[in-house]
């Protein structure tokens, strides 16, 4: 897949969502979710005890993945859709830049969200696993990835976005990124969905494999500031 290096361009985005409706990508104060967001105490104690490893995520994608956006409201704690209990999950959404590329547009929905997972899902989750406090509060149940991309052939009329929810507990996300858990473990055990636009089309089949793009990738003349790491 061939990508624009920009930092994001702004698309119109279709209203979907396993946690919410999709906003257009955000400013950088906009990223994260706000206190008054969130309706439970447990969720509003986790936003201000883990605030400063929120900004941090957000700084991390924002200057280690310089060619995709961070969703308004993208980074939080957040339910799947549907959930009883009050299990929280780190959660980060992003908005994927790419070029339209024949061989992606001409995959099955369901390899193109294995694809992205792939690339930008398990990277995802290998930045929010550093979080060391994070990891290990209880009250944080587990991850989610919330992953956005243009649907092909879409561009030049009326542009819709594909989008792939993922939530996975921590033992199993933990599990799975030290090689103890197999992919189709981890796929069995997650909860997600994929979208087409509004449509939420269920849980398709969904592979994990290795791709080390966004570990290896350099953009040309990029420089990270000064004192920025990369964990992923």
Not at 17 to 43: E, G, N
Not at 44 to 60: G, I, N, P, S, V
Not at 80 to 106: C, H, N, T
Not at 144 to 172: I, M, R, Y
């Amino acid at each position: 897949m061939r990508h624009r290096m920009s930092r994001f361009i702004v698309r119109r985005l279709a209203a979907l969502a396993l946690i919410f409706l999709v906003p257009a990508p955000a400013a950088a104060d906009d990223t994260i979710m706000s206190i008054d967001q969130y309706k439970t105490p447990k969720a509003r104690t986790l936003a201000t005890t883990h605030e400063a490893l929120l900004k941090q995520m957000r700084e991390e994608i924002y200057y280690c993945m310089p060619w995709v956006g961070v969703q308004k409201s993208g980074i939080g704690f957040r339910q799947p859709k549907g959930a009883v209990d009050d299990d929280r999950y780190l959660s980060v959404w992003i908005q994927i830049d790419q070029d339209e590329d024949a061989r992606f547009s001409a995959l099955p929905a369901e390899r193109r969200a294995s694809a992205m997972f792939s690339r930008y899902g398990t990277d995802l989750l290998r930045r929010m696993a550093a979080l060391q406090p994070v990891v290990a509060d209880p009250n944080v149940h587990g991850f989610s990835v919330v992953l956005s991309w243009l649907k092909p052939g879409t561009g030049a009329t009326q542009p819709v976005n594909e989008t792939l929810a993922l939530f996975v507990d921590k033992p199993t996300a933990l599990g799975f990124l030290a090689k103890r858990v197999s992919a189709p473990e981890f796929t069995r055990k997650a909860k997600f969905s994929v979208f087409d636009g509004v449509q939420d089309m269920g849980r398709l089949p969904l592979e994990v494999w290795d791709d080390s793009f966004v570990r290896t990738f350099k953009v040309a003349n990029y420089e990270l500031p000064k004192g920025q790491k990369c964990s992923g």
